[in-house]
């Protein structure tokens, strides 16, 4: 058999035509995943439900037959695997207990405990390992330890993660501590995801770029390396993607600095400026803006077309600069595929 894809961009090769999957890609702008949405009754029943979540990851594979299929869950049912409790208010995001100080990180579950609340996760992993066609990959994945204590010590969802950046001005040590407790559950969280079936897996740092200098390197690039050496040692051979969303110069170096095998670039960065600067050291995947799966058009098949060309001379994955939104036309989506494999 022919090596997927994916697989193979990850691997620096250069294709004809890139390989292509989108981030939210089961998500609020497709009718049959609000559909089956309704019948989990919330968000996080449908994560938890291995039958549900395996069905919504897959539904985006039949309609468009994307290269890969990514797990359907979220970065931030660790924190409940960790003991904080976690909650969706409906129209405004997740809300969860908070974790603000020494003696709350210390009370926090140790790695080993996790996999009670996340074994339904590794449920759908297993599922979707027998279900997907044979030429998608499965890609799973994690937040990024900065991010997803962003949302720990905020207990919400922050425009400038104050609350995390105010912990750490106050004490580096208790927030080098939290950061440390989410790198090693990270470990084994990925870790179980790969033993259930996950041929990649891709780290999420939503808010890496508001980071700057030394916490850059403390709290984005050396957990990052932290959990990429480990997973590789534990998994020889398995590719991993990282995505700094809006790291700008930080996406520099980022793939040596961590050893990661891919960098996703959100739509801030040029194609041509990162293909100059970061695509040097290999595979990249991105980074068309999200607002084109909303307004289509001529302007949208020349913007998916320039990012192709940009990044033709490398590895590439196609992908989105971020997740796409609810009120996109479903039917855009078809064409950006149309226009990715030569339409
Ligand atoms: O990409 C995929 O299709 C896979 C599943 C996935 C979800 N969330 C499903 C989801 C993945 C990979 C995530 C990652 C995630 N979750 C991130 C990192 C990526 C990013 O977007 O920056 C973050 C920060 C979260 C936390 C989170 N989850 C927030 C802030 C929200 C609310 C905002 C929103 O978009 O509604 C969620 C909810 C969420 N996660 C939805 C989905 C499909 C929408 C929930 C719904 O159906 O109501």
């Given at each position: 058999m022919t090596e997927k894809?994916?697989?193979?961009?990850?691997?620096?090769?250069v294709l004809p035509t890139p390989p292509i999957w989108m981030m939210r890609q089961a998500g609020r702008y497709l009718p049959e995943y609000r559909a089956t949405r309704a019948q989990a009754g919330d968000?996080?029943?449908?994560?938890?439900?291995?039958?549900?979540?395996a069905e919504v990851t897959l539904q985006p594979i039949r309609r468009y037959g994307f290269d890969a299929a990514i797990l359907f869950a979220d970065i931030l049912l660790i924190c409940q695997a960790l003991g904080a409790k976690l909650w969706f208010e409906t129209g405004e995001g997740p809300r969860l207990s908070t974790v603000t100080s020494a003696a709350e990180i210390a009370a926090l579950k140790p790695a080993d405990a996790i996999?009670?609340?996340?074994?339904?996760?590794?449920?759908?992993?297993?599922?979707l390992s027998r279900e997907l066609p044979k030429e998608t990959t499965l890609i799973g994945f994690a937040g990024a330890p900065w991010t997803v204590a962003t949302y720990m010590v905020a207990g919400r969802g922050t425009p400038d993660?104050?609350?995390a950046h105010a912990l750490k001005a106050a004490d580096r040590a208790a927030f080098a501590a939290l950061i440390d407790r989410l790198t090693d559950a990270t470990i084994d969280y990925l870790s179980m995801q790969v033993q259930a079936g996950a041929e990649v897996v891709?780290?999420?740092?939503?808010?890496?770029?508001?980071?700057?200098?030394?916490?850059?390197?403390?709290?984005?690039?050396?957990?990052?390396?932290?959990?990429?050496?480990?997973?590789?040692?534990?998994?020889?051979g398995l590719p991993v993607i990282a995505f700094p969303r809006e790291a700008g110069q930080g996406y520099v170096g980022f793939a040596k600095a961590t050893g990661a095998d891919c960098v996703a670039l959100d739509n801030s960065v040029s194609p041509e400026w990162a293909a100059a600067h970061v695509q040097v050291d290999g595979c990249v995947q991105g980074n068309l803006a999200p607002g084109y799966m909303v307004t289509g058009g001529a302007e949208m098949d020349e913007a998916i077309r320039h990012v192709v060309r940009a990044f033709s001379k490398g590895p590439h994955i196609f992908n989105l600069g971020h997740g796409i939104t609810?009120?996109?036309d479903p039917a855009n989506v078809a064409r950006m595929i149309e226009v990715v494999r030569g339409g």
């Open positions: 894809t994916i697989l193979r961009a990850l691997k620096g090769e968000f996080l029943s449908l994560c938890y439900t291995p039958d549900l979540a996999h009670d609340t996340l074994a339904p996760v590794y449920e759908t992993v297993r599922i993660q104050g609350p891709k780290l999420f740092d939503s808010w890496a770029g508001s980071l700057k200098g030394q916490d850059f390197t403390d709290f984005a690039v050396a957990p990052a390396a932290r959990i990429i050496a480990e997973l590789k040692a534990r998994h020889p609810p009120d996109a």
